[in-house]
């Protein structure tokens, strides 16, 4: 019998559907006063309207956890390959306090 030493290890199943994956190169980020929104859709150039490929839905907790755990893996990237350069600029924050978000048309 096999004993597992971590119990928080989780075992995560990746269908081949899944695995494929789906391009994004615009993310529309936005919230409520209980979830985050993540819209991702692929913007074609001179094409007036895009598709929602794919929404996730996350906590506040979770989404605070899924912006750390982005850092620390463009951080590594980084380390590996070299500075990753925007190639436009990264809107300046609203005077609301919200963080500038290079993925938001």
Do not use: C, W
């Amino acid at each position: 019998m096999e004993k597992n030493n971590n119990p928080q290890e989780i075992k995560v199943e990746l269908s081949p559907e899944v695995a494929a994956g789906q391009y994004s190169n615009r993310a529309f980020i936005s919230h409520g006063a209980g979830e985050f929104f993540f819209d991702f859709i692929s913007l074609t150039p001179n094409m007036p309207h895009a598709k929602v490929l794919s929404r996730i839905v996350m906590t506040p907790e979770n989404a605070k956890n899924l912006l750390f755990a982005l850092r620390d893996n463009v951080q590594r990237y980084e380390q590996t390959f070299g500075e990753i350069k925007p190639t436009r600029p990264v809107n300046p924050p609203t005077g609301n306090g919200g963080i500038p978000n290079p993925f938001e048309a």
